[in-house]
């Protein structure tokens, strides 16, 4: 069995500890070994396994150790992995067993599918993707490096999205248009149109309401 740790206590932390857990009963292959993270004591007990440290004792680890970096804000992930430089650490793709794929589908290091989630074909999922519970992902669309969706997000044919990008509980986005780099999406909104890089968009249909960083 290969030893995996989790980055990240909070609660997506716990689901993917949950994910994982559900992997093993499909098939046993990951050994557990906890959770590090930057703001929860060392030694904390969550669901029966322990806090091991930070982010420098996950750096300072020896011997292979796979990592899931369960954090669902895509700037927030992206800084973490940034600062994760132990050569040792390597970044699995973790998928629910039931997750429904089609055989064009390619899945890059550190992506993490939870359940019911639906990909079909011709798709690209970067490094580091998280794609939350019972999402849908249709033909040729491209999910690039970083992008975060929340639960029940929808994302028609042709879409492609940006590095970084972050969309919110239950959006829609509708086929053939392009969210532009590190723009967030609210939940609940509806994409009709192509969105620029680095916005906030929110509603029915989606409207910029604010550009930021
Ligand atoms: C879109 C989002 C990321 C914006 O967060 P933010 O950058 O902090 O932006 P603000 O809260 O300042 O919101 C900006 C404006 O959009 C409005 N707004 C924010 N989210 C909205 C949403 N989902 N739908 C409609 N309007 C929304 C705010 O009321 C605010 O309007 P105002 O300027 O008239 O007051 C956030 O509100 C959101 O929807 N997050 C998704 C959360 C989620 O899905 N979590 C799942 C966890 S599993």
């Not at 780099?181 to 939940?187: D, E, H, I, L, P």
Request: hydrophobic share 45%; with cysteine; glycine share 10%.
């Amino acid at each position: 069995m290969k030893k995996i740790a989790i980055f990240g206590a909070g609660g997506f932390g716990k689901e993917v500890m949950m994910l994982i857990e559900q992997i093993n009963a499909s098939k046993l292959q990951w050994q557990i070994l906890g959770f590090y993270d930057d703001g929860v004591e060392k030694g904390t007990i969550i669901n029966e396994y322990e806090v091991l440290g930070n982010l420098a004792d996950l750096n300072a680890v020896t011997g292979d150790i796979s990592v899931a970096v369960a954090i669902g804000d895509s700037q927030i992930r992206f800084d973490i992995i940034s600062r994760l430089s132990n050569p040792q650490l390597s970044y699995p793709v973790l998928m629910h067993p039931n997750v429904l794929t089609g055989k064009y589908v390619t899945i890059e290091e550190g992506a993490i599918i939870t359940a019911n989630n639906i990909l079909t074909v011709n798709i690209e999922v970067g490094k580091f993707v998280i794609l939350n519970l019972t999402c849908t992902v249709g033909h040729d669309a491209i999910l690039e490096d970083f992008t975060s969706f929340m639960p029940s997000v929808n994302i028609s044919g042709g879409v492609v999205v940006r590095e970084g990008v972050y969309v919110g509980t239950g959006a829609q986005i509708l086929n053939n248009i392009e969210i532009g780099a590190w723009t967030k999406v609210g939940a609940g909104a509806v994409v009709k149109e192509s969105l620029p890089a680095h916005c906030t968009a929110v509603g029915v249909p989606a409207i910029n309401v604010k550009y930021h960083e």
